[in-house]
């Protein structure tokens, strides 16, 4: 996937006009005023349209620059079994560092959503790797957790004093892993 800060650094850095460089990146069923403002949303992290692989590569090929070097990688676990709470210590653990070393650190963590965000995790790395990535020069760019609400078939009841009883909710998160090449 694009890296929208990567390549709004790049665009910077080199100078390039970003007029050129969406003529060079236009491809079927898309005009030059559209590739333009698919260009300019994209800088802005705004993924509309969605770019695809062969945008990535014609950006890539016309700034003269590997693939790579403007790509990030995420994965991402729908309703995970875990409360957003507890979930989010572990992605604020592992945030901003190099992918094997948190690997290693989810390894050793004592908490139960590590295991779920160490598979994430090896599956964004997994992604990279097939898309030649350097594996030892990964970092995580992004680590979120999002609340996916209460777990289908965990809505229960406890029975409480006086003939009252209380809900027993069991939450459900989204975990987001990104992972970028240095």
């Given amino acids: 996937m694009l890296s929208a800060k990567k390549l709004d650094n790049l665009i ?29 949303n994209w800088r802005k992290g705004l993924m509309s349209p969605i770019p695809k692989k062969a945008d990535v590569e014609a950006i ?24 957003p709470r507890k979930a989010g210590l572990v992605t604020q653990l592992i945030a901003g560092r190099n992918a094997q070393e948190a690997l290693d650190l989810l390894k050793f963590t004592h908490k139960r959503a590590a295991y779920i965000i160490e598979k994430a995790l090896k599956s964004a790395v997994a992604n990279a790797d097939e898309d030649s990535a350097d594996v030892e020069n990964l970092y995580i760019s992004e680590a979120r957790v999002d609340g996916a ?14 003939g009252r009883a209380h809900s027993l909710r069991k939450l459900a998160s989204h975990i987001h892993i990104t992972v970028t090449e240095i």
């Fill in 12 to 40: 910077k850095t080199t100078g390039t006009n970003v007029t050129e460089l969406a003529e060079k990146m236009v491809r079927t069923g898309m005009e030059k005023k559209q590739a333009a403002t698919a260009l300019k």
């Fill in 60 to 83: 890539a090929t016309a700034m003269g620059i590997q693939v790579t070097d403007i790509s990030e990688w995420q994965t991402t676990v729908k309703y995970a079994p875990s409360a």
């Fill in 149 to 162: 609400g209460v777990r289908a078939g965990t809505k229960r009841w406890i029975a409480k004093d006086r």
